[in-house]
């Protein structure tokens, strides 16, 4: 069983920043939230969990969360992990599940680890962010349902993004926090799953999803041009300079570049845009963000010089 090898290896202990990606590192302004950001997915089977000790996917590791951080201004709060490897996605039917749900103990530890510093930040309380993607959010989604309701936090959270799964209608993170029907509300959950147009599979999974489109910022309005579209500024991204269209259709999103062929170099099988979910709108990403936490300001009258503790 998994739980086995997972309990052989050491816990992390989050009160030493060794454990974290990043802890509490600024990237941006005092008018940006608090991001407790989960990377996704990137050790590779066969064994259950990830070797925090090997040097190649601690690199990889670093450079993925780095490269989707970009996306979420604030005080960055990242942890590492004992993540699941893609062997829990190909075997999620059996044990699979178990291993994702023992990765998870860690983020839970971390996040708890967070809590504890942040009670100690001077002044009012802060805006917090979640971010997610892939197993990621499928974490954040979990930290949602065993902090959010029960620990006073959910007049706190500006926004939850989960992307890159699917999001059932009936999710209990959905009933606390819907899907925003408005670009400018905050207390919101957001998430999409990326594919070219014409993606030939249709599972369940799919046809109840919820996608909000990043480029709308809303389920209301599903469709969006190019025009509406942030492009990647970084020189050394292959996505630089591409823009897309965008539409929620069947519980997807249906990306479509300006340029054909423009995405060829990131695309997975069936379409599958998995991988650049979150660069491909970083831009967006940001913009929504701000946009969400202005609004979770004026909700809460709470400036951000006063949030500093007038420092």
């Known amino acids: 069983m ?37 990377h996704p997915t990137t050790a590779q089977g066969p064994v259950w969990f990830d070797d925090l000790t090997d040097p190649a996917t601690a690199a990889q590791t670093l450079r993925i969360s780095d490269r989707q951080l970009a996306a979420f201004p604030g005080r960055w709060w990242a942890p590492r992990y004992r993540q699941a490897t893609t062997r829990a996605f190909y075997e999620r039917g059996g044990e699979g599940i178990d291993a994702y ?69 009936d999710n209990l993170v959905l009933s606390m926090f819907p899907p925003p029907a408005d670009p400018q509300a905050a207390g919101v959950t957001i998430g999409w799953r990326s594919v070219l147009p014409g993606y030939p599979r249709a599972s369940p999974d ?40 965008a539409r929620s259709r069947g519980g997807v999103l249906e990306v479509e570049p300006t340029d054909a062929g423009a995405l060829d170099c990131v695309v997975l099988p069936e379409g599958n845009l998995h991988r650049v979910d979150i660069e491909l709108f970083a831009g967006n990403i ?22 500093e503790g007038g420092r």
């Open 101 to 169: 749900d023992l990765a998870y103990l860690d983020v839970s530890a971390a996040f708890a680890a967070f809590l504890e510093r942040d009670a100690a930040h001077p002044g009012p309380v802060r805006p917090i962010v979640l971010a997610g993607h892939s197993q990621g959010a499928r974490h954040v989604l979990s930290l949602v349902e065993e902090y959010f309701s029960t620990t006073g936090l959910a007049e706190r959270l500006v926004a939850v993004y989960a992307i890159g799964i699917p999001l059932p209608a």
């Open 2 to 38: 998994p739980v086995d090898e997972f309990a052989a290896d050491l816990a992390l202990d989050y009160r030493d920043p060794g454990s974290w990606l990043h802890h509490d590192s600024v990237r941006g302004s005092y008018d940006d939230p608090v991001v407790f950001y989960v």
């Open 286 to 307: 940001r913009d929504d963000l701000r946009r969400r936490t202005a609004a979770w300001r004026r909700r809460t009258a709470v400036s951000p010089t006063e949030q």
């Open 206 to 245: 799919d046809r109840i999803s919820v996608c909000v489109n990043p480029l709308t910022g809303t389920t209301t309005r599903p469709e969006a041009e190019a025009g509406a579209h942030v492009p990647v500024d970084d020189p050394s991204c292959v996505l630089r300079a591409v823009r897309v269209a």
